[in-house]
């Protein structure tokens, strides 16, 4: 493909991935990977470098473009090479028109006043960053120590006992160590979420909203004698925690809730235990950097929608919690409705409840919890807190 041919390529996809948020499609991901399907004529390096450029148009794109051309026009904006691709060739798009301008603020315009306080502009840019990728060693099975040696390039992780990183688009699935089960990856931020629910002993632990089950296993890993029940709705992501649990040797019960049901299905756990995680479904703001067309899908009503959800599953934890036991809060995103806000509004609603310090220096404090953001702990975003239900 030429260069002007692979950033048209880029401009369709484009296309499809602006269709895809409004209408709660497929991830960019999955768009490119399908494009590739019907156009076998493109070879691997075509293949990378019009990713590559997709990627960097959505990264640089607060706001959701009306077209891919437009997007395309943004990222060229920076890029003179770029620019010159607009060449009107048979493969390539046509030349930049004086009229088309370019955007660019990296947060949409509507959200930035809705974002903690502790992220301010001068840390939008490492919002979207590429991520590195961290591996969390399965510590009941091995040491961080051995997997740092048999990962090239690895090294161990600033704030995660448990972790290691590896630079971006490392790749792991083939690796003995992974098919072992001795390493799962895991963002730092997430294995710190599970680190707040000081895991250790016999203790009961019930995830509440364990998905694919990656809190969980880290539980296990962490403390192999305690009782860890993983509940969700979603029957497709948790039965992905079995395997997961077997290939790294832990003890996890499931269960599978309906919504709309969930407390009546948790009652005979009343007051049983010692730490409910509820890992809330959220916005996704602190993972824009693994999936910045995020950014797209995100609106006022989508958030209102989650918020209150939140709010119910807060809800439906604290009577789960045995007395003197501990509820952690946690979300992938660094809007404060989501975070500091929501959980002012459950100690407003739960008299008997007071927020804890959570484990661990890690983050800033945030009303009643802690922020990890990109920026300040190189994590992806993550709010949480620990509320202790009086005895
Ligand atoms: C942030 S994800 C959890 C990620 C998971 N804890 C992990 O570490 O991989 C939120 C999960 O909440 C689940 N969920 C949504 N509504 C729920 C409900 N009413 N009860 C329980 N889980 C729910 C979603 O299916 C999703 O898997």
């Given at each position: 493909m030429t260069p002007s041919a692979r950033v048209q390529a880029a401009i369709e996809i484009l296309d499809e991935v602006i269709a895809s948020t409004r209408n709660d499609g497929p991830p960019a991901d999955a768009i490119v990977t399908r494009y590739f399907k019907a156009r076998r004529y493109a070879g691997s390096k075509d293949r990378r470098a019009v990713r590559d450029l997709v990627f960097r148009a959505i990264r640089r794109s607060g706001e959701r473009p009306n077209a891919g051309r437009k997007a395309m026009i943004g990222l060229a904006s920076e890029d003179a090479e770029l620019t010159s691709s607009f060449d009107g060739s048979a493969h390539g798009p046509p030349p930049i028109g004086d009229e088309e301008g370019a955007e660019g603020s990296l947060v949409p315009a509507w959200l930035q006043s809705q974002l903690s306080p502790l992220v301010t502009a001068d840390e939008f840019p490492a919002l979207l960053e590429r991520a590195p990728l961290d591996l969390r060693v399965n510590v009941a099975r091995t040491t961080r120590q051995a997997m740092v040696e048999a990962f090239e390039g690895a090294e161990p992780t600033a704030l995660s006992p448990w972790g290691i990183r590896l630079p971006p688009?490392?790749?792991?699935?083939?690796?003995a160590a992974f098919a072992e089960g001795l390493v799962e990856v895991q963002d730092e931020g997430s294995q710190l979420i599970a680190l707040a629910c000081d895991p250790q002993g016999s203790t009961n632990i019930l995830d509440l909203c364990a998905g694919a089950g990656g809190k969980s296993l880290a539980l296990a890993a962490a403390a192999p004698d305690a009782h860890i029940l993983a509940c969700d709705t979603n029957r497709a992501r948790l039965s992905n925690l079995e395997p997961r649990a077997e290939r790294a040797v832990a003890r996890i019960g499931i269960r599978l809730l309906d919504g709309g049901r969930e407390a009546q299905q948790l009652a005979d756990l009343d007051g049983q235990a010692d730490v409910v995680l509820v890992d809330a479904p959220c916005s996704g703001s602190g993972t824009w950097r693994r999936n910045p067309e995020g950014r797209w899908r995100l609106t006022a009503e989508r958030l209102q929608r989650v918020t209150k959800l939140q709010a119910r599953l807060l809800d439906i934890a604290a009577p789960l919690v045995k007395p003197g036991g501990t509820l952690v809060y946690a979300v992938c995103s660094i809007i404060a409705a989501e975070g500091a806000d929501q959980v002012a509004a459950f100690l407003g609603r739960h008299s008997s409840w007071l927020a804890q310090d959570a484990l661990g220096s890690f983050g800033r404090k945030d009303g009643d919890g802690r922020l990890l953001t990109p920026a300040h702990d190189g994590t992806d975003g993550f709010f949480v807190a620990r509320l202790g239900r009086s005895c």
């Open positions: 688009d490392s790749h792991v699935d083939q690796h």
